[in-house]
């Protein structure tokens, strides 16, 4: 057990209490639970989460404490996010730590309590309103300025901000604590299979995620009518259509008859699924929130050793081509990525040399062990007795 996580109280040892809350993610999404909190709870804290759940329950040592299943955003906001903090509160927690922008209300109200209090920010908001097709375009811009100018006063009051990426980092640094805690995988979990050589058969590419217009998959599956005769290449597609109208729209694209589609799969079945792939592809549009973005799949498909095709966005570059991993495209531009599969088809070595890069890359800087540190190192920080007495 961390002596970070240790208090003395009354003569004797109890770990500090730490609440996650969350009125929009599942109970176990991947960074709330599963890297988050259980990095936090293997640490020693006694770790709580409210989140959207029917039922309560214990899972790997975390308390799951259920506000009612998921719903749409009137009902959430009138009932649910009550209910999260009324939890949250009984909880008598040290340190609360929440996950979703529309909680930092309630942020400031723990803060007024006398908590200890960490907004995690998984999104640039202002920028990815930018980006928003369904707002229109005269109102972006004025929505963006409100919803930064409000994330940031609330952010002004709390303990810290972490960040889930360094681009979102920079508008909270001059008011608050930051901490860039990035969205890369585990080591133990994504492993890279063995892979002497690269079979020169079929050529599976793998999508994993939600699927909408600004995920470019429509150029990719009009890339694959363009491949050459001959080349026998298959796009394994898992995830859900957002909105539904999309799948239907991109069913009809000539190239999705080279698309096995399997619909949305649990995050425990991803490592399997790369290692049955030869090609991670993730063609993001250049959206404002794209540009900059860091995608969790785009680390999982280097974690588990497959090459990579990608953007050509400046960030993506650097990561890709930089460490020698993959091909950086026109993401607009069928053509363009139809060039770049029918390159990784005909060229097996090469392919098998990218995959090593990319496993190399991720063993040395990209990995979740090396973020755990610095959220733990926050941690020590907020719970260390200032006065003799534990966290306020």
């Known amino acids: 057990m961390s002596a970070a996580a240790d208090e003395e109280t009354g003569g004797s040892v109890r770990r500090a209490k730490v609440c996650m809350l969350t009125s929009v993610h599942t109970p176990f999404d991947t960074r709330v639970f599963e890297k988050e909190a ?38 959430r906001l009138a009932l649910t996010l009550p209910r999260v903090l009324a939890r949250a509160v009984a909880v008598g927690a040290d340190v609360y730590h929440f996950h979703d922008p529309e909680l930092l209300p309630w942020g400031v109200v723990l803060k007024c309590l006398g908590k200890r209090v960490v907004y995690d920010a998984h999104e640039d908001l202002p920028r990815d309103l930018m980006g928003r097709r369904g707002i229109p375009a005269w109102l972006r811009r004025p929505a963006a300025r409100l919803i930064d100018a409000m994330e940031r006063a609330c952010a002004r009051s709390l303990d810290a901000v972490v960040a889930a990426r360094e681009d979102i980092a920079p508008r909270f640094r001059a008011i608050c604590r930051t ?57 394994l597609l898992y995830g859900t259509f957002s909105p539904a109208t999309f799948g239907e ?58 090459p990579v095709i990608a953007s050509n966005f400046p960030l993506w570059r650097d990561t890709i081509e930089g460490n020698g991993c993959g091909i950086c495209v026109d993401p607009h531009n069928p053509r363009d990525i139809a060039d770049a599969i029918q390159r990784l088809s005909k060229d097996p070595a090469a392919r098998l040399q990218m995959g090593n890069l990319a496993r190399r ?22 719970t260390a007795r200032t006065d003799g007495h534990g966290p306020s």
């Open 361 to 382: 890359a991720v063993e040395r800087r990209y990995n979740w062990e090396a973020q755990a540190q610095c959220l733990l190192d926050l941690y020590a920080s907020l």
């Open 179 to 235: 901490e860039v805690v990035s969205n890369y995988p585990r080591l133990a979990v994504f492993r890279a299979p063995e892979r002497k050589s690269a079979h020169s058969g079929q050529l599976r590419l793998i999508y994993i995620g939600l699927m909408s217009e600004d995920r470019g998959l429509a150029e990719v599956v009009r890339a694959l009518a363009l491949i050459e005769p001959g080349i026998d290449v298959e796009l």
């Open 249 to 306: 729209r991109l069913k009809a694209l000539p190239g999705f008859e080279r698309v096995r589609y399997g619909g949305w799969v649990e995050h425990r079945l991803i490592p399997r699924l790369l290692a049955e792939a030869d090609v991670g592809i993730v063609c993001f549009l250049p959206d404002p929130n794209n540009v900059n973005a860091g995608p969790t799949k785009l680390f999982e498909y280097l974690g588990a050793g497959l």
């Open 38 to 75: 259980k990095t936090i709870a293997a640490a020693g804290f006694d770790v709580s989460l409210v989140a959207p759940a029917e039922t309560d329950e214990v899972r790997d040592g975390i308390r799951i404490l259920g506000v009612g299943p998921p719903r749409r955003r009137l009902a």
